[in-house]
């Protein structure tokens, strides 16, 4: 059994508590904030997001606040007109053996938090401690220093604290975020303000993902929370806030600012949500490795991407899938080579994701205009054909199959 310590109890710091958890090692996780809370809003769990979940064994946990959605809606900013409908519902479940779903990020982060902690289940219960922060990553003696000076020392220490990990700094060294250009505006819709509006109902009957593309916006709409609210996420053009935060508040007069002269329903939306939050969204670089020694680098603290291709959860679940996997009945002498494995499986991968998701920005953000009507053209034609994601929604999930079958189900 490995003494095991994650850095960070988000989506991957607890999916990966819970893997190793199930894999028979001992795990520890130190979580800066005071509460495993309910922040975030709607994220989209692809095939392979939930293909991860099932691995983990929390898949079913997740359902009862999962939507599953039925097609994905390409839609044109001025009148919402559909460019392209991709299928997903029964034709994706059939075809990459899994369910595309859509969660609010709190409900997964609670699901990954109850599996890793409850007392039944196999393996030992993760301890989550909070208000841990790490101060301090040294990866020559696998230990960190907790602010306030307390020392603890692992068999193998996991670095899921985001992207602006200190662990990445250590194993890694290098770059800073950089502001990416964009910003991102949340607002969540009651579904009863849906239905109570006639021109707003249609997002309420059908349960689809959308993402509504103009010059220099997009905007996402997804139902969470079982179908009782509408998430809408909204990808701007604008200079970087002072607010470094996941949970900025904002207004619907600074949203709309960046909305004048789309579809009027994009403003009935804001007008019937609640709060309006925002946040910066920034980028790093792929990078080289993940791995020094006995300590390694998963999720946004490896490979933190834009959301332009809705896979930052994804992919942190398939690295904690991959890690666990390399684990089972590891030893603290085994734990280095693992760990290089765990780093040629997911790195390419993982940089490939971060890749694809800044090429999607400039095909999202078009002008009007003769690169906008190929662009649109392009997305009709491929749209009603689910191969060409078959790389991302179907590639991690036969990854992480075949690693099954050579080391046995975590
Ligand atoms: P994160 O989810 O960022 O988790 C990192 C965790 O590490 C955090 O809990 C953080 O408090 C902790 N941490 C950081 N530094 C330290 C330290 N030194 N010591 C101890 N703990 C530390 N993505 C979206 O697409 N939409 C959203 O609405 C959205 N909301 C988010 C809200 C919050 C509060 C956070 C933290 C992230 C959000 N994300 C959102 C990002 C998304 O969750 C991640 O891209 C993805 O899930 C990968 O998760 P991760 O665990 O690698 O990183």
């Known amino acids: 059994m490995l003494q095991v310590l994650v850095i960070g109890g988000g989506i991957g710091g607890l999916a990966a508590a819970v893997g190793l958890r199930r894999a028979g090692h001992r795990v520890t996780v130190l979580e800066r904030s005071t509460s495993i809370g309910e922040v975030g809003a709607g994220v989209g769990m692809a095939s392979n997001a939930t293909s ?5 064994g929390v898949r079913s ?3 009862p606040a999962a939507n599953a959605v039925e097609a994905w809606l390409r839609r044109r900013w001025k009148d919402g007109s559909v460019i392209g409908s991709v299928p997903l519902g029964a034709v994706a479940s059939e075809r990459y053996s899994s369910p595309f779903w859509t969660v609010h990020r709190g409900d997964l982060q609670a699901v990954l938090h109850q599996a890793a902690t409850a007392l039944n289940g196999a393996g030992e219960p993760v301890r989550v401690r909070l208000q841990s922060k790490v101060a301090t990553l040294d990866t ?39 502001y990416s250009g964009n910003a991102a505006y949340r607002v969540q819709v009651p579904r009863e303000a849906l239905l109570q509006t006639e021109s707003l109902r249609s ?26 609210v509408l998430n809408m996420t909204v990808c701007v053009t604008e200079p970087q806030s002072s607010d470094p935060s996941w949970s900025g508040s904002s207004s619907a007069e600074d949203l709309l600012a960046n909305l004048q002269g789309w579809d009027a329903r ?25 791995v020094a020694g ?24 398939e690295d904690a899938v991959a890690l666990s996997q390399g684990l089972i009945a590891a030893d603290p002498g085994s734990v280095a080579e693992q760990l290089q494995r765990y780093e040629e499986l997911r790195l390419p991968r993982a940089s490939e ?38 790389w991302l929604w179907g590639g991690g999930p036969s990854q992480l199959k075949s690693l099954t079958e050579t080391r046995g189900a975590i």
């Open 294 to 317: 006995r300590t390694c680098l998963l999720g946004d603290a490896a490979h933190p991407m834009l959301p332009y291709l809705g896979q930052g959860a994804a992919q942190a679940l």
């Open 353 to 390: 994701v971060q890749n694809g998701s800044r090429a999607n920005r400039e095909l999202f953000h078009y002008q009007d205009g003769p690169a906008q009507v190929i662009r649109d053209a392009d997305l009709a034609a491929r749209s009603p054909i689910l191969a060409g994601f078959d």
């Open 140 to 178: 020559a003696e696998t230990c960190v220093e907790l602010e306030g000076g307390e020392k603890l020392a692992a068999d193998l220490i996991v670095g899921a604290d985001g992207i602006r990990s200190i662990a990445r700094q250590e194993i890694a060294g290098g770059d800073e975020p950089v």
């Open 52 to 56: 991860a979940l099932e691995f983990l």
């Open 266 to 290: 994009m403003e009935l939306l804001v007008r019937s949500g609640g709060a309006v939050n925002r946040w910066d969204l920034f980028d790093r670089e792929p990078l080289s490795r993940w």
């Open 61 to 63: 946990q997740l359902e």
């Open 203 to 228: 997002f309420a009957e059908i349960p689809t993902m959308q993402t509504w593309m103009g010059p220099g916006a997009h905007v996402v709409l997804m139902p969470v929370k079982g179908g009782s």
